[in-house]
């Protein structure tokens, strides 16, 4: 295999031993924790290399980046996630190569996703991306807390959307884990109205065992599989 492939083989082992300490130290069955790898910033390379180790689920934050990617990946059969932030006059144009979108933050997003979706013929599954940020925090990416009934109830009614669970990301500054149970507190409470929202995705490179630790069924690992990103443009 090649230097790069020798790379990712070492780095998703060293992340799948992690996962499984967490695991182990949660008293959770790894099946339960399935891994997503964020691939953004990374070429199309890199995804099949992953591919070739057994990635089967991937995730992107840019939309052109990601339809690119999986166009010249179609052999693969990958499931792709987005994670990114989200404008509502692109939201449709994700249907176009997106199987699930984790980063449903608003209702205003749920019209032109399940546009897309009715347009594509394909079902999109969902997760609503929550805020864990103190209130009024900036650039608070998630929806509050208190508006998480309507806007889950908005997903569960669109045409063409599942509703699968919540996603967060746990703030910079403080304790993952308590920004985590705040979140499985949200969780459980969203799933007495929608006992189909299993998923519950948390936990990054940093902080996957504290997520484990919460009741994470997924996990969204980037710079510990593919090292740090070229800069942010
Ligand atoms: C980039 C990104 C990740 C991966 O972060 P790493 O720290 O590189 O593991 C996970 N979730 C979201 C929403 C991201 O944007």
């Known amino acids: 295999m090649?230097?790069?492939?020798?790379?990712?083989a070492a780095g998703l082992d060293r992340v799948r031993e992690r996962l499984a300490g967490a695991c182990r130290d949660?008293?959770?069955?790894?099946?339960?924790?399935?891994?997503?790898?964020?691939?953004?910033?990374f070429p199309a390379?890199?995804?099949?290399?992953?591919?070739?180790?057994g990635v089967t689920e991937v995730a992107e934050n840019r939309h052109q980046e990601a339809q690119a990617k999986r166009e010249e990946l179609l052999d693969l059969g990958?499931?792709?996630?987005?994670?990114?932030?989200?404008?509502?006059?692109?939201?449709?144009?994700?249907?176009s190569w997106a199987d699930v979108v984790q980063s449903v933050d608003r209702a205003k997003l749920v019209a032109p996703l399940a546009r897309g979706a009715e347009r594509e013929g394909r079902e999109i599954d969902v997760l609503?991306?929550?805020?864990?940020?103190?209130?009024?925090?900036?650039?608070?990416?998630?929806?509050?807390?208190e508006d998480l009934p309507a806007l889950a109830d908005a997903v569960e009614a669109a045409e063409?959307?599942?509703?699968?669970?919540?996603?967060?990301?746990?703030?910079?500054?403080?304790d993952p884990a308590r920004a985590f149970d705040l979140l499985t507190?949200?969780?459980?409470r969203l799933r007495e109205q929608h006992p189909r929202a299993e998923e519950l995705s948390a936990g990054m490179?940093?902080?996957?065992?504290?997520?484990?630790?919460?009741?994470?069924?997924?996990?969204?690992v980037g710079s510990a599989i593919l090292g740090s990103r070229p800069s942010v443009a």
């Open 2 to 8: 090649s230097a790069r492939g020798d790379e990712l």
């Open 45 to 53: 390379s890199d995804v099949r290399l992953l591919a070739g180790l």
């Open 26 to 41: 949660a008293g959770r069955d790894p099946a339960g924790v399935a891994l997503t790898v964020v691939t953004k910033f």
């Open 160 to 174: 063409g959307l599942r509703l699968r669970g919540l996603m967060a990301v746990a703030p910079n500054d403080g």
């Open 78 to 95: 990958l499931r792709w996630h987005f994670v990114g932030g989200l404008q509502s006059n692109k939201a449709a144009a994700l249907a």
């Open 185 to 188: 507190g949200l969780h459980a």
């Open 205 to 220: 490179s940093g902080d996957l065992e504290a997520a484990v630790m919460a009741g994470a069924t997924r996990v969204r």
């Open 128 to 145: 609503v991306q929550v805020s864990l940020d103190p209130p009024g925090a900036d650039q608070r990416a998630g929806a509050g807390p």
